[in-house]
């Protein structure tokens, strides 16, 4: 069963950062492309970044490039997403997905506010 766990959200305030992770289980994590999506309240999920695997190729969407930063770890099943300069339009329910499944994990909350 594919499973994933996301950890990591929080309240900062604008300007910070933080690092969500997500550690993924029921398949083989270091042959899976892992992405990051978010959900605004009353808005629809947004795709946020991918990180492929094995050979590592990275995308973002224009509204977090040069301010995120996807990362994983196959040793650990994990994948990262280190936020810097978070916006206030940052906050959302943040979630990881893996391309070729349909599963979703629980999510974690991202708040950014003064």
């Known amino acids: 069963q594919v499973q994933f766990v996301e950890s990591g959200g929080g309240l900062v305030q604008p300007g910070g950062s933080l690092k969500l992770s997500c550690t993924g289980s029921?398949?083989?994590?270091?042959?899976?492309?892992i992405n990051w999506y978010r959900q605004a309240s009353g808005k629809e999920r947004e795709w946020v970044a991918l990180?492929?695997?094995?050979?590592?190729?990275?995308e973002y969407a224009d509204s977090v490039k040069g301010r995120f930063t996807i990362s994983r770890d196959n040793t650990k099943n994990t994948v990262y997403l280190q936020m810097n300069d978070l916006k206030p339009e940052d906050t959302a329910v943040y979630y990881c997905?893996?391309?070729?499944?349909?599963?979703w994990g629980q999510g974690t909350q991202v708040i950014v506010s003064s």
């Open positions: 997905k893996a391309t070729r499944y349909d599963s």
């Open positions: 029921g398949f083989i994590f270091r042959n899976t492309a």
């Open positions: 990180i492929t695997s094995p050979v590592e190729l990275i």
